[in-house]
């Protein structure tokens, strides 16, 4: 018979898989913590972070649900749910999630997933507030890129060169990137350099894009990039 203390083990085990990128193994330590302990908001957070990367949007969704019905502070279980429903192409409910992610820990990180996901849809307006705010608490790459678009759909010519321009001088060898697993940065990139006619840079930064959806399981963002390569060529 299992100990009380079990569930926690299982749950620590869970999250070691998790990290060694075996998302099968850890799903099934945490449905042995859950089944032990069915309380346990974080392991139900934990457990959706590896159906996304199993392409099981539906069930993280239903684990954030529960989580955040047993823990409605949860900020976790906020943001995995955004990035499931941002994956299949709710972006209302993704943005949704990210205001409530953000409320409960506003940091540069959030507000540039809450403004990177408004500034996919087109929500020009409010994705320049939350990545201003952003680059205010930490100045990236891959910020600046992304506010540039967003200018540039606001028609604010200046603006949209002298944030290219910031993103540019940031990103020097030996000095910055971006981050290789941040499919939107290469996404912005791509939009940046196409207003600027760099057609076949842009096409790069957008086949990198699709490799690192197809990685993440991002289908709807994979679908914009394929169909920006489809418009280049």
């Given amino acids: 018979k299992a100990a009380p203390g079990d ?20 799903v099934a330590d945490y449905n042995l913590s859950i089944a032990l302990e069915p309380r346990q908001a974080e392991a139900y957070a934990a457990r959706a972070v590896s159906y996304i990367n199993l392409d099981r949007l539906n069930d993280a969704i239903a684990d954030c649900d529960r989580a955040i019905e047993l823990k409605p502070d949860l ?29 409960l820990g506003p940091n540069a990180s959030t507000y540039y997933n ?8 087109g929500l020009y307006a409010p994705a ?11 100045p990236l790459i891959a910020t600046y890129y992304a506010r540039s678009v967003a200018l540039a759909g606001l028609g604010d010519e200046f ?17 910055g990137s ?6 939107h940065a290469y996404y ?23 490799a690192i959806c197809d990685r ?11 169909a920006k390569i489809t418009e280049i060529d």
């Fill in 188 to 210: 912005f990139r791509a939009l940046a350099r196409l207003a600027r006619d760099g057609r076949e840079e842009a096409k790069a930064d957008l086949q990198t894009t699709i």
């Fill in 114 to 121: 809450l403004g990177i996901t408004q500034l996919t849809i």
């Fill in 178 to 183: 971006l981050d290789s697993n941040d499919e």
């Fill in 7 to 26: 569930a926690t083990l299982f749950y620590g085990r869970g999250t070691i898989r998790y990290h060694y990128r075996d998302d099968l193994g850890a």
């Fill in 216 to 226: 993440k399981h991002n289908s709807y963002l994979q679908q914009l990039a394929a």
């Fill in 75 to 103: 900020q976790l279980a906020y943001y995995v749910r955004a990035l499931a429903n941002s994956f299949g192409g709710d972006n209302d409910s993704a943005i949704a999630d990210f205001i409530r992610y953000n409320q």
């Fill in 128 to 138: 320049l507030t939350n990545l201003t705010k952003s680059i205010d608490l930490q």
């Fill in 159 to 175: 603006g949209t060169n002298r944030d290219y321009s910031a993103a540019l001088s940031l990103e020097t060898p030996g000095s």
